[in-house]
């Protein structure tokens, strides 16, 4: 049991949304829709303690930068003990609203190829939710592609409303079974 991440769950509820990291069966299933030859900026929201972080990392080509934003200090600190020493890594202790606003405090393009999150969107209220799905929208290409995983489908008809195509998968090594949903922005 990861007490890290349990006792954050029963402090944080609504924003950190499950008891357990995610599995690395479902990391590796987040980051298939990745092509990792091309990709030169992947944004990560709620990247927790790093679980798809590590698999993104372990892939990505030397020149792609990661952006990790993550809303709660203590899973913060452990991204940045884990990770500072790598080369474009970005690191910010915010909220994704603010996503544009981080990718230009850093100089980087405001256009990404990725977006990867981890966020609790059943968990999370509309409001925020289609506040955070509209900033992704805007900063992803028109070639971008956005790829979430929740453990029910109850927000698949919000997130049609944002992006195209979503192609669905299920992974069942992850405790609960979680669905991968990656979704176009053209
Ligand atoms: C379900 S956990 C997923 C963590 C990690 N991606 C994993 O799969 O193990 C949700 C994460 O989203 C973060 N989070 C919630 N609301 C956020 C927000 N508005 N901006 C950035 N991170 C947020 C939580 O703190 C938590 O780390």
Known sequence: MNTQFFTQYIKNLRTVGAVAP???HLARKMVLPINFTDARVIVQFGPGTGSFTSEI???RNDKTIVVLIEYNESFYETLVSKYRDEQGVYIYNGTAEDVDGILKQYGLPQK???IVSGLP???LPDKQSRAILDRAKNILGTDGTFITFQYTLLKKGLLDEY???IVISREWRN???AY???GTNS
């Open 175 to 177: 405790v609960p079974p």
């Open 22 to 24: 995610s599995s690395p």
């Open 180 to 182: 991968v949903l990656a």
């Open 163 to 165: 992006f195209n195509q």
């Open 121 to 123: 969107f059943a968990s």
């Open 112 to 114: 990404v190829d990725y």
């Open 57 to 59: 990392l372990q892939r």
